[in-house]
């Protein structure tokens, strides 16, 4: 008997063995074809993390919405109908921009034909501003009046370059419009299975990271939550704000300076860029009083919702402090860019969440 045991011993010892090296050799080529799906996709993951974020911040509502209807055996009207409202979202005010932007852009391509022929006189705006109308208007007289000068000055424009560019920028839309298109996509399936994939990623997380992991997970993900309402929210609301504003005080096109104000809201203290120009067209109108007081509200506007709205809206929601969340959101932006606006204050929560658990007394109790 004692030899039976002897002879059965050293078996259990490779059978212990041969399953360790099994399990290396599978997280060995679990690792490796992680790295080439990265390869593979690495030009459309920025498409894919579009998609996941936009999945994550329209979720709430959408479960509401299927609580409320439930879906066939097919589901598909739900996530259709999610899937173009957030697409239209998107949409519509680029269409906007665009069609603004080609009437402008026609306008000036006529302004600068002229202005090599003929050159063009100092406007009266020019002598009615309230600082530097002198050396506005010295400018203006070397390098525009004269029509050799005027033609000097936009020498560098020339039909090549310009036809350079415009092949440049059509790719670049085509390429940008692939990935939006992909992302949309994306969006339908995360929606059409998002139960699912929430279920699956969850146990992943349990079986990967334990307890912890699924915390970290639901921290990003509120942390998501918290940067939509904080960022995207209340940019759009300073938008409509300031555009109302924009057409009272008489700043050309008002509708699309809102747009592009909403847009850049987004990133903190980024609107004052746009308020600035939309305040000295309004001053280079002759408007002095409607231009001042129309900086000091968009002044007013965006101190309120960077100093007071949005502190309670991301902070509540992911119970981190505001200079975290501003500093993720710069930094995100820095590195990622307009992804980083949602991933930096995601990897910031999930930084914050990890340093209050290894700091917390009681969790060693809670280990041992």
């Known amino acids: 008997m004692p030899e039976a045991i002897s002879q059965d011993a050293p078996l259990d010892c490779q059978d212990v063995r041969r399953t360790r090296s099994q ?3 599978r997280g060995v080529l679990g690792g490796v074809l992680v ?3 990265i390869f593979t996709l690495h030009d459309f993951l920025p498409a894919l993390v579009w998609a996941v974020i936009f999945a994550i911040a329209s979720w709430p509502l959408y479960r509401r919405a299927t609580r409320r209807w439930p879906p066939g055996r097919h589901n598909l009207a739900l996530p ?10 998107f949409l519509v ?3 906007l921009i665009a069609f603004e932007a080609a009437n402008e852009a026609q306008g000036v391509l006529v302004w600068m034909e002229h202005a090599r022929h003929t050159g063009v006189p100092v406007p009266a705006w020019v002598h009615r501003l309230p600082a530097g109308s002198a050396a506005a208007s010295t400018w203006w007289t070397q390098h525009l009046s004269n029509p050799d000068d005027a033609t000097d000055l936009f020498a560098n424009i020339r039909s090549g370059r310009g036809l350079r560019m415009t092949r440049q ?3 670049q839309v085509a390429h940008r419009s692939t990935l939006f298109a992909f992302s949309i996509i994306t969006l339908f399936f995360l929606f059409r299975e998002g139960a699912t994939v929430t279920a699956q990623m969850l146990t992943v997380s349990r079986r990967a990271f334990g307890t912890r992991g699924e915390r970290i997970g639901r921290q990003m993900v509120a942390s998501v939550h918290g940067t939509v309402d904080g960022l995207v929210l209340v940019g759009l609301g300073e938008g409509v704000i300031l555009g109302i504003a924009y057409a009272i005080a008489g700043a050309p096109h008002p509708t699309l300076f809102g747009v592009v104000t909403a847009v850049a809201a987004m990133i903190p203290f980024c609107a004052v860029i746009a308020i600035g120009l939309a305040s000295l067209l309004v001053l280079a109108q002759g408007s002095t009083i409607a231009g001042i007081i129309l900086f000091v509200f968009g002044m007013i506007v965006v101190f309120c919702s960077d100093h007071f709205i949005r502190p309670i809206l991301i902070g509540g929601a992911t119970k981190l402090p505001f200079l975290w969340v501003l500093l993720g959101i710069l930094g995100g932006v820095e590195v990622w860019g307009l992804l980083g606006l949602f991933l930096g204050p995601a990897i910031m929560a999930a930084l914050i ?3 209050r658990e290894w700091t917390d007394p009681t969790e060693d109790a809670l280990d041992t």
């Open 80 to 89: 259709l109908l999610f899937t173009a409202g957030i697409a239209l979202v």
């Open 169 to 171: 920028l059509g790719s």
């Open 353 to 355: 969440l990890l340093w």
């Open 23 to 25: 399990q290396i050799a």
């Open 93 to 95: 005010p680029l269409s």
């Open 35 to 37: 790295l080439l799906g």
